[in-house]
């Protein structure tokens, strides 16, 4: 069974901190992507990347760095987690070619106080 | 990107057929049509793709206009378990990969 997997299901952290979102697939795609999700604003793409170590900017990068060292993870880091970082991530992967479905993760819901 | 319009809202009965519109009007001859859905507290699913012709999967259907403007997916008898809010995307190969942007969606209710 083909598998998107994100680190943590619920995640709490405290203004300031410095928080990783870890997403591991196990399909061997080459993209994968951050997306958040709040109320009334629908899925927003953070950052994207096709390969390891290249990344691109997505619609909302502000606050946020991502990091691919290997190809099945890419990670999300908010460098200093601030509270309208409150939402949902979802972490999805796809094969390079766009005749191909993607794969999303369960999501983790990050509560920053 | 080449952007899609989709209706806010749809209702249907059970176990009648539902036609979810999209019209995407900038739409390239490279782009590939998917339509993803999500369900209540769960990431994102695939439901089915096409590029010019129609297509037909376990799932659903989806109808491409001749001219790609616009498109419907099918769901040919709708369940409570369809109740989901759908999405309709472009994709396209470019210089560095494909991104994957999402709409507002659909979102489909269904009443018993």
């Known amino acids: 069974d083909v598998k998107v997997t994100q680190s943590s299901r619920y995640l709490v952290k405290r203004t300031g901190e410095k928080v990783f979102l870890e997403c591991v697939q196990d399909?061997?795609?080459?993209?994968m992507f951050w997306y958040r999700q709040d109320p009334g604003l629908g899925l927003r793409l953070i950052y994207f990347s096709y390969d390891v170590k290249m990344k691109e900017k997505g619609d909302i990068p502000e606050g946020y760095s991502v990091s691919r060292e290997k190809k099945e993870r890419f990670s999300l880091i908010l460098e200093s987690a601030s509270t309208n970082q409150t939402s949902m991530y979802l972490c999805a992967s796809s094969l390079f070619r766009p005749d191909t479905e993607a794969f999303f993760g369960q999501g983790t819901r990050l509560t920053v106080v | 990107d080449a952007k899609t319009t989709q209706p806010n809202s749809m209702e249907s009965n059970e176990e009648e057929p539902v036609h979810l519109p999209c019209n995407h009007s900038?739409?390239?001859?490279?782009?590939?049509i998917h339509w993803y859905r999500q369900l209540p507290s769960q990431g994102p699913e695939y439901v089915i793709h096409?590029?010019?012709s129609n297509v037909n999967n376990r799932m659903a259907s989806l109808a491409i206009a001749e001219d790609r403007k616009s498109s419907t997916l099918i769901l040919h008898r709708a369940t409570l378990r369809d109740a989901a809010v759908y999405y309709c995307?472009?994709?396209?190969?470019?210089?560095?990969?494909?991104?994957?942007?999402f709409g507002a969606g659909t979102i489909l209710r269904v009443k018993s």
């Open positions: 399909m061997d795609h080459e993209n």
């Open positions: 096409g590029l010019t």
């Open positions: 995307i472009l994709r396209d190969v470019e210089e560095y990969g494909n991104k994957l942007v």
């Open positions: 900038t739409i390239s001859g490279t782009d590939y």
